[in-house]
């Protein structure tokens, strides 16, 4: 049980690559709070999982509602060892100028001030433990940016060098801090990434990927759960790239 002790609180759990996550924590030991936007899937997977889990309805883009995911870790389980931040937002696959000011700020709260509210939250509770872990889903997209994706690509280019500086900073209190770039994968987002789905669109993207497939929520699970445990305990400021070779 590689993490077996600890309390992982996982934003976006309800679905994709956080449910992938969640449950892969659980598999190896942890207690694991699942956040999501959508409390229904947030308990159905929390119900998956077992009593090692409880389910939090949140908007991580609230300050409210990071407080609230870190005191549910605590009072239910008296720790918090690992936050993931996996919730995301996109605008649908389009020209840079025809995207509204509504969703640009909306994707600005998700992707970016959430990281802003959670370390707040987050920060001052791991410190007292004397350290812990934080992970961010970023994307390929900050590394190697597509056309007709132009504010989402810029806020994961965001998260990475976020990441990055945090994990400079957090080091002297043992905090580390890494990101994913995953390549896209089969997540409720995915529709939007490809501006229409249909099935020579979808072999399009597979196209420029190596290894000829989408990101499964596995794959995230299996990189978030190395990086999260204490095999990873010298490793910060990396953001690994999980997509099949896309970003060579």
């Not at 159905?44 to 908007?59: C, F, K, N, T």
Request: negative net charge; glycine residues 10%.
């Amino acid at each position: 049980m590689r993490l077996e002790g600890k309390t992982a609180i996982v934003t976006g759990g309800g679905a994709g690559f956080g449910e992938g996550m969640a449950k892969r924590f659980a598999d190896e030991g942890a207690n694991v709070v699942v956040a999501d936007l959508r409390g229904d899937q947030a308990q159905r997977v929390a119900s998956d999982i077992g009593q090692q889990a409880v389910a939090l309805e949140v908007d991580v883009s609230l300050a409210k509602d990071n407080n609230a995911m870190v005191q549910a870790a605590l009072s239910n389980f008296g720790t918090l060892d690992i936050f993931v931040l996996n919730a995301g937002f996109t605008h649908k696959n389009m020209d840079m100028l025809a995207v509204d000011e509504e969703t640009f700020d909306r994707i600005g709260d998700v992707n970016m001030k959430a990281l802003y509210h959670a370390t707040r939250s987050v920060v001052p509770v791991m410190e007292k433990q004397g350290g812990g872990t934080i992970l961010t889903t970023a994307s390929t997209a900050g590394l190697r940016p597509r056309p007709g994706l132009v504010w989402y690509n810029a806020s994961k280019a965001w998260v990475i060098n976020a990441s990055k500086c945090m994990a400079v900073e957090l080091a002297p209190k043992n905090i580390r801090v890494n990101a994913l770039c995953p390549v896209a994968g089969e997540t409720g987002m995915l529709a939007d990434f490809m501006g229409e789905d249909t099935p020579e669109i979808r072999e399009k993207f597979k196209g420029v990927v190596p290894l000829g497939r989408f990101c499964q929520p596995r794959d995230m699970a299996n990189a978030a759960l190395y990086l999260v445990s204490d095999e990873a305990d010298f490793i910060t400021g990396v953001a690994l790239e999980v997509d099949g070779g896309r970003c060579v």
